[in-house]
């Protein structure tokens, strides 16, 4: 060749010889010469006086190259497994654990992916290994116009697809050629067809496994321009999904200890406000996005035509505080039998906390028994006076009739269990149409913003609308304070006072003398049939006669 041009030389491509003819200076310039990668450097022979002309060398690197392309591939590969730690388990929520292992994936991987769960994984429970219906949880790829199923669709899959397989058998499978896939495409050809012709021509189902259970289908699907799947990919896709397999199960754990807590609350929680001649009350009950606490709240008649409204929240989360709820909630109605100020019952309620407190074993049940708050009130529709005391509770928001709020300075006490100061009661006297709120703080304190703010807030829900009654003032709370899904439990139980007219009230003075007793019982049964009530004439006679009695004795 020597003497030759250089365009001349054999085996050389138009750009390399025109690098070559050029005379331009090149350092490993890669260049194509058949089935070889050159790298190229040519440096001038004339800078310091030499002849005219250039020293080239062309060098064989394509097995450095390969070397060079698996090592970036293994980089690449190191950075996804590292992404995928990092993004995929970021909350306790099956469905977006799932997305989040479609969102890692998807470009990085595979063009589209699909995750699909078995339903009872869905709600908690334990996987059903007999059936193959999976639920497909998340869907995601480089375009939406795929035809692959959509999100949210039931799949029954057939046995010889390789996600019935998977799932039964806890196997992976790589499909490197979709169109030629018979077992695949018997789940449904017709979509097949459409999916082969989109351009997706590989595959691989990897089975989303988890203490020793199969929970559901990963499934990773790439197009044919970017070419199917290789072998040790495979074990690539498993350590994927491997990842995302300890949260997803993580989170199937969460929501079933989430659904019984729930359960749980709800049945110790009343199914409905027993109707009440001195209040009519609305209420709410919110359990948490990330689980349930101890929000509760009651209204209990009382004698006398006198009702108590009372609600409460427990330190905590999870069954425990939802079990800790119940049992004071029972003995707040327990100690309301004895006809209590609200300061008395709040020092009885302590005293039990403490009890329950000293005789936990568990330090982990007994820290959600002390530290509990309450507010417990007393309205009386004669006197229209309503007595509260709190225990390191927030104090209610009162609507007055023209639609004005005010927060009452109500004198605070420490929470349940603490003990070292009383408990002190504070009188109101209430026009009648006034609304009493009373709530938990999750309704008002969240992560964004502070008590102050969320005072605030309130406040503006709930004035200005006189004409609303509690179930409407419920519905306009909820919606001015509160997310789709709050972080804490809430519970806001709103109660209109009435009056009963001086008509409706009845009294006598008694002489001390036995003989008294029966004129009483006379006027009584009168007043009892004057105002429509004639049927309760009897009873009334056997508590008068007891009552008068004994008070004479």
Same mark, same amino acid.
């Given at each position: 060749?020597?003497?030759?041009?250089?365009?001349?030389?054999?085996?050389?491509?138009?750009?390399?010889?025109?690098?070559?003819?050029?005379?331009?200076?090149?350092?490993?310039?890669?260049?194509?010469?058949?089935?070889?990668?050159?790298?190229?450097?040519?440096?001038?022979?004339?800078?310091?006086?030499?002849?005219?002309?250039?020293?080239?060398?062309?060098?064989?690197?394509?097995?450095?190259?390969?070397?060079?392309?698996?090592?970036?591939?293994?980089?690449?590969?190191?950075?996804?497994?590292?992404?995928?730690?990092?993004?995929?388990?970021?909350?306790?929520?099956?469905?977006?654990?799932?997305?989040?292992?479609?969102?890692?994936?998807?470009?990085?991987?595979?063009?589209?992916?699909?995750?699909?769960?078995?339903?009872?994984?869905?709600?908690?429970?334990?996987?059903?290994?007999?059936?193959?219906?999976?639920?497909?949880?998340?869907?995601?790829?480089?375009?939406?116009?795929?035809?692959?199923?959509?999100?949210?669709?039931?799949?029954?899959?057939?046995?010889?697809?390789?996600?019935?397989?998977?799932?039964?058998?806890?196997?992976?499978?790589?499909?490197?050629?979709?169109?030629?896939?018979?077992?695949?495409?018997?789940?449904?050809?017709?979509?097949?067809?459409?999916?082969?012709?989109?351009?997706?021509?590989?595959?691989?189902?990897?089975?989303?496994?988890?203490?020793?259970?199969?929970?559901?289908?990963?499934?990773?699907?790439?197009?044919?321009?970017?070419?199917?799947?290789?072998?040790?990919?495979?074990?690539?896709?498993?350590?994927?999904?491997?990842?995302?397999?300890?949260?997803?199960?993580?989170?199937?754990?969460?929501?079933?200890?989430?659904?019984?807590?729930?359960?749980?609350?709800?049945?110790?929680?009343?199914?409905?406000?027993?109707?009440?001649?001195?209040?009519?009350?609305?209420?709410?009950?919110?359990?948490?996005?990330?689980?349930?606490?101890?929000?509760?709240?009651?209204?209990?008649?009382?004698?006398?035509?006198?009702?108590?409204?009372?609600?409460?929240?427990?330190?905590?989360?999870?069954?425990?505080?939802?079990?800790?709820?119940?049992?004071?909630?029972?003995?707040?109605?327990?100690?309301?039998?004895?006809?209590?100020?609200?300061?008395?019952?709040?020092?009885?309620?302590?005293? *039990?906390?403490?009890?329950?407190?000293? #005789?936990? +074993?568990? $330090?982990?049940?007994? =820290?959600? !028994?002390? @530290?509990?708050?309450?507010?417990?009130?007393?309205?009386?529709?004669?006197?229209?006076?309503?007595?509260?005391?709190?225990?390191?509770?927030?104090?209610?928001?009162?609507?007055?009739?023209?639609?004005?709020?005010?927060?009452?300075?109500?004198?605070?006490?420490?929470?349940?269990?603490?003990?070292?100061?009383?408990?002190?009661?504070?009188?109101?006297?209430?026009?009648?149409?006034?609304?009493?709120?009373?709530?938990?703080?999750?309704?008002?304190?969240?992560?964004?913003?502070?008590?102050?703010?969320?005072?605030?807030?309130?406040?503006?829900?709930?004035?200005?609308?006189?004409?609303?009654?509690?179930?409407?003032?419920?519905?306009?709370?909820?919606?001015?304070?509160?997310?789709?899904?709050?972080?804490?439990?809430?519970?806001?139980?709103?109660?209109?006072?009435?009056? *009963?007219?001086?008509?409706?009230?009845? #009294?006598? +003075?008694? $002489?001390?003398?036995? =003989?008294? !007793?029966? @004129?009483?019982?006379?006027?009584?049964?009168?007043?009892?049939?004057?105002?429509?009530?004639?049927?309760?004439?009897?009873?009334?006679?056997?508590?008068?006669?007891?009552?008068?009695?004994?008070?004479?004795?």
């Amino acid at each position: 060749a020597e003497g030759r041009p250089v365009a001349e030389l054999p085996g050389l491509e138009p750009e390399t010889a025109a690098l070559l003819a050029s005379g331009r200076e090149a350092t490993d310039e890669v260049h194509l010469a058949g089935g070889l990668l050159l790298a190229v450097n040519q440096r001038p022979t004339d800078r310091d006086g030499g002849p005219a002309g250039t020293v080239v060398t062309l060098r064989d690197s394509t097995e450095l190259q390969a070397l060079s392309g698996r090592a970036e591939v293994a980089r690449e590969r190191l950075n996804l497994l590292y992404d995928a730690g990092l993004g995929i388990g970021t909350t306790l929520d099956i469905a977006r654990t799932a997305d989040e292992l479609a969102q890692v994936t998807v470009d990085r991987f595979a063009d589209f992916v699909t995750v699909d769960l078995d339903d009872a994984v869905l709600c908690g429970e334990e996987p059903e290994p007999a059936s193959a219906g999976m639920r497909r949880v998340a869907v995601r790829g480089v375009r939406d116009d795929h035809p692959l199923y959509e999100k949210g669709r039931l799949i029954d899959f057939v046995p010889t697809t390789p996600q019935a397989r998977g799932y039964g058998t806890g196997v992976s499978e790589r499909l490197p050629d979709l169109a030629s896939a018979a077992g695949w495409q018997a789940q449904d050809p017709e979509r097949a067809g459409r999916i082969v012709d989109y351009g997706i021509n590989s595959l691989i189902t990897a089975p989303i496994r988890a203490r020793g259970a199969v929970l559901g289908v990963a499934n990773f699907w790439r197009s044919k321009e970017h070419g199917p799947f290789e072998e040790e990919e495979l074990s690539l896709a498993e350590e994927l999904v491997a990842r995302a397999a300890v949260s997803i199960d993580n989170a199937r754990r969460f929501t079933r200890e989430h659904a019984l807590a729930v359960t749980l609350q709800r049945s110790l929680l009343p199914r409905a406000l027993p109707e009440h001649g001195a209040v009519e009350a609305g209420y709410r009950y919110l359990p948490a996005q990330s689980g349930v606490s101890g929000d509760w709240f009651d209204v209990i008649p009382l004698p006398g035509g006198r009702v108590a409204l009372v609600v409460g929240d427990v330190v905590g989360h999870g069954l425990h505080a939802a079990a800790t709820m119940g049992r004071l909630r029972t003995a707040v109605h327990n100690f309301s039998t004895l006809d209590l100020p609200p300061d008395e019952l709040l020092s009885h309620l302590d005293d *039990l906390v403490g009890r329950i407190d000293q #005789d936990e +074993d568990c $330090p982990e049940t007994a =820290a959600n !028994v002390v @530290g509990a708050t309450c507010l417990y009130a007393i309205y009386d529709p004669v006197s229209r006076r309503c007595a509260m005391a709190r225990a390191g509770h927030l104090a209610p928001a009162l609507v007055r009739p023209d639609g004005t709020v005010t927060f009452p300075d109500l004198p605070s006490g420490p929470p349940l269990g603490l003990g070292g100061m009383p408990f002190r009661t504070a009188e109101l006297e209430l026009e009648e149409g006034t609304q009493l709120a009373l709530y938990t703080d999750g309704l008002i304190e969240d992560r964004h913003r502070d008590l102050d703010e969320g005072m605030e807030l309130l406040r503006r829900a709930l004035a200005g609308h006189p004409e609303r009654d509690p179930e409407e003032h419920c519905r306009a709370v909820l919606g001015a304070l509160l997310p789709a899904r709050p972080c804490d439990d809430v519970a806001l139980l709103v109660a209109r006072t009435r009056a *009963l007219p001086p008509e409706r009230i009845a #009294d006598w +003075d008694v $002489p001390p003398d036995p =003989a008294a !007793v029966a @004129g009483i019982r006379v006027a009584a049964c009168a007043q009892l049939d004057a105002w429509g009530l004639a049927e309760l004439g009897f009873v009334l006679e056997l508590v008068l006669s007891e009552l008068v009695t004994n008070a004479i004795r």
